[in-house]
Structure formats: structure tokens, C-alpha cells
């Protein structure tokens, strides 16, 4: 039976101890053997069911992949959750939440490695645009999945410049 790495950290995630299931995570990286010493240190047997399918996903060939799902899913898991509604289309009278293009100029602004921006019908304003500069200029690699007829004259995306030097 092939385990689903990513079924599997989610399970983890939501029902192991917090910091066993980062001791896992740890484990993980160091390989069978990192395993192997955390299942010699654990009672339960619903821990050591967890250190056991650790095992067969290395033995599968899923550990690395994994532990980085895992690692995702417990650090959503310890960040302080804030919902704020985010809306596409005119202005609401609902008195809070957010248009979508101020939450996407900020999320830009937040990005620290990478920026990946998908979107089926986007034509960038002024502040996308800028929140793209910036981004690029920061160092941040970006990549742009947008519906259109590709790279010509009138493409709104060509006038946001490689980094600067």
C-alpha cells in the first residue's frame, strides 16, 4: 500500500502533539536513522504508529516531500489566524474586508523569496504594477501565470522592468 505524503501531514498535523510531530519533522531529516532513535524514545502506541509510517515513507521514497508538508502545516498550525473577507468586484457596502487588489499589493509587499501570481482575467493598474517592481527590485523571483495572447505589443505585464542592477 503507497502512503500519500500529503494526506498523511495533514493528518499528522491535526492530530499529533504539536512538538512530537516537529520532533518527527526533524527526524525525518536525518533520514531512517533520525527515525529509528525517535521510535526507541516514544510509549504510545499511537506515537510510535506515527515514527512507523515516518519509516515507510522513507522507505517509499516520500520522507523529503513529506516533512516539507508537514513543516507547512504546522507552521499554518502555530500562526495566529485572521480572517478578513476579500471581495472581487464593486465596492461593498458591508463596512470591512478588503478588495482583492489591495490584498494582492500587500501579499507582493510581504513575499520574502517568491512571488507566484496566477490569474485567469488580470489586467494590472498602476499599484500591481508597482507592488511588481518593487518585488523584483527586492530580489524576489517572480513568476507571472496570467490568460492572454503572450508577450507583444499592449501586453499590460511588459512594462514592469527586470531588476534593477
Same mark, same amino acid.
Given at each position: ?16 502533539? +504539536?512538538?512530537? %510531530? ?22 504510545? &502506541?499511537?506515537?510510535? %504508529? ?6 515507510? +515513507?522513507? /522507505? ?18 502555530? %500562526?495566529?489566524?485572521?480572517?478578513? &473577507? ?15 487588489? %489591495? ?8 513575499? /520574502?523569496?517568491? @512571488? ?27 513568476? @507571472? ?15 514592469? &522592468?527586470?531588476?534593477?542592477?
Amino acid at each position: 500500500m503507497t502512503l500519500d505524503p500529503v494526506t498523511v501531514a495533514a493528518r499528522w498535523a491535526q492530530q499529533l502533539p +504539536l512538538e512530537f %510531530a516537529r520532533g518527527l519533522a526533524v527526524a525525518q531529516r536525518a533520514g531512517r536513522s533520525g527515525l529509528h532513535v525517535s521510535r526507541a524514545k516514544v510509549a504510545l &502506541p499511537e506515537l510510535s %504508529a506515527a515514527v512507523r509510517t515516518g519509516l515507510a +515513507l522513507a /522507505e517509499q521514497g516520500d520522507a523529503a516531500v513529506h516533512r516539507c508538508v508537514l513543516t507547512g502545516w504546522l507552521a499554518a498550525a502555530t %500562526a495566529q489566524q485572521q480572517v478578513t &473577507p476579500v471581495w472581487t468586484g464593486p465596492e461593498s457596502d458591508a463596512g470591512h474586508g478588503r478588495l482583492t487588489l %489591495a490584498v494582492v499589493a500587500d501579499l507582493m509587499a510581504e513575499a /520574502e523569496q517568491q @512571488l507566484v501570481l496566477a490569474s485567469y482575467a488580470t489586467v494590472p493598474g498602476d499599484g500591481i504594477r508597482q507592488a511588481l517592481r518593487d518585488a523584483v527590485d527586492r530580489g524576489i523571483t517572480v513568476m @507571472l501565470a496570467t490568460r492572454g495572447a503572450g508577450p507583444g505589443p499592449g501586453d499590460p505585464w511588459l512594462s514592469i &522592468p527586470p531588476a534593477s542592477s
